[in-house]
């Protein structure tokens, strides 16, 4: 029988896991021993998801092959495509992101081979696909063709190619890969239990990462960037900034960006994402949304003790490199995604059912009464 029960399941530890180290009162995050400072500083989108795949970083050929299997899986199946298009061109871009990848699994051609090998090519091929469901829907939705993927060039200038139908410059491209990395992977989040739950039923991959998509989209966890843009552009000018979060935490209102269910300290990421923000502002003469930023921050810190987490600081990033406001939180999914599918391989090589019991607190034994007997 249920002994007890917490809340949210906080501080709950329901699994085992190789991939993540998480230590919320340090601040310190490794994806298998390797420190997310290292990977922001060295690392590429590409190498970290290897790592999360394989257990280990990959050699230059490892790496190579690795980014060639990817771009090779860029393209989507033309159904997929006119899917889209029959879709209400106002449906969220996280909904659509979610459809697309259920629909898929009808493209697998091979859903009964559940062996660990082709479990893991669905996880890079899904990778591979997820920036062209979000570019594309971009397109199709102010009723423009897709752009279709690049043969060569990494993930991260790929995606803003496939966006707007220019090459970046290599910094913004360079801040996506950052940022990229920096989302890939965060222990037992809740779409990724919620991944891990679907997997452990022994559904495929591609109803799990729809589970997670799906999780990811909630203002309490993945959509909160999307939120946290919003917020700041109702802010509007800096000198707004300390008194609008005054009036919104006098109304008991949750201030999208902060507090996080496992950090007492510093977010390690959101030290990175604050650094890019700033030189966002400077490279473009306008810090504005950076200063508010740091406004916000500061008057959350002092009248609540909550750091930023990672979705505060990737929202000015993402606004100042011009991304549409509702692609945020798809671009966190197309990050997410490696680790997401990490897991999921994971919980297939060491399956259990995931059933935890719920306390009931329900009417005790009640008579059923029939149907013209009831008030
Ligand atoms: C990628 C990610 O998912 S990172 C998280 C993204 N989500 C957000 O940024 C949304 C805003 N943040 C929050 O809602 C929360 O901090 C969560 C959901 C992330 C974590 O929540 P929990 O660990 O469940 O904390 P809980 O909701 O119990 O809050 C504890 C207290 O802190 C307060 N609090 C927590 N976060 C915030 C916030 N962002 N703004 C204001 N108050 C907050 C709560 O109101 C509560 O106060 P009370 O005890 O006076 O009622
Ligand atoms: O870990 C969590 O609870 C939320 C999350 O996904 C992250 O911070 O990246």
Request: charged share 20%; glycine share 6%; with cysteine.
């Amino acid at each position: 029988m249920p002994t007890a029960t917490t809340d949210g399941l906080e501080d709950i530890v329901a699994t085992h896991s190789r991939i993540c180290d998480l230590d919320g009162q340090l601040g310190k995050l490794t994806y298998y021993g390797v420190d997310i400072h290292d990977l922001a500083l060295h690392s590429s989108f590409e190498e970290t998801a290897y790592l999360l795949w394989n257990g280990v970083l990959p050699t230059r050929t490892q790496l190579e092959d690795l980014r060639l299997r990817l771009r090779a899986h860029r393209a989507l199946p033309g159904q997929i495509l006119e899917l889209m298009h029959l879709l209400p061109t106002s449906t969220a871009p996280m909904d659509v992101l979610r459809t697309a990848i259920s629909a898929l699994s009808a493209f697998d051609g091979h859903l009964d081979d559940t062996s660990a090998s082709a479990n893991h090519r669905r996880a890079e091929r899904l990778t591979a696909v997820m920036p062209t469901i979000v570019t594309s829907w971009e397109h199709i939705r102010h009723g423009r063709a897709p752009i279709m993927p690049l043969s060569d060039h990494d993930h991260a200038t790929n995606f803003l190619y496939m966006l707007t139908g220019k090459m970046p410059d290599d910094y913004t491209a360079h801040v996506l890969d950052v940022a990229l990395v920096l989302h890939a992977d965060h222990e037992l989040n809740a779409s990724t239990f919620a991944a891990r739950v679907t997997a452990a039923t022994l559904a495929d991959m591609y109803a799990s990462i729809s589970s997670a998509v799906g999780t990811l989209s909630g203002p309490l966890h993945g959509g909160a960037n999307e939120q946290v843009i919003r917020m700041l552009l109702r802010i509007g000018e800096v000198n707004n900034a300390r008194t609008y979060i005054e009036g919104a935490l006098a109304r008991k209102e949750r201030v999208m960006g902060f507090g996080h269910r496992v950090y007492r300290t510093e977010d390690p990421r959101a030290s990175h994402l604050r650094e890019i923000s700033k030189e966002l502002g400077q490279r473009s003469g306008d810090s504005k949304w950076f200063e508010m930023s740091q406004i916000v921050e500061r008057v959350v810190k002092e009248q609540k003790g909550l750091y930023a987490n990672v979705d505060f600081y990737s929202a000015s990033v993402y606004y100042m490199m011009g991304l549409p406001i509702d692609l945020d939180t798809p671009i966190f999914a197309c990050s997410r995604v490696a680790g997401w599918t990490a897991h999921v391989l994971e919980q297939y090589a060491h399956n259990r059912l995931i059933r935890p019991r719920a306390e009931y607190e329900g009417p005790k034994l009640t008579p059923y009464l029939p149907l013209d007997e009831r008030s």
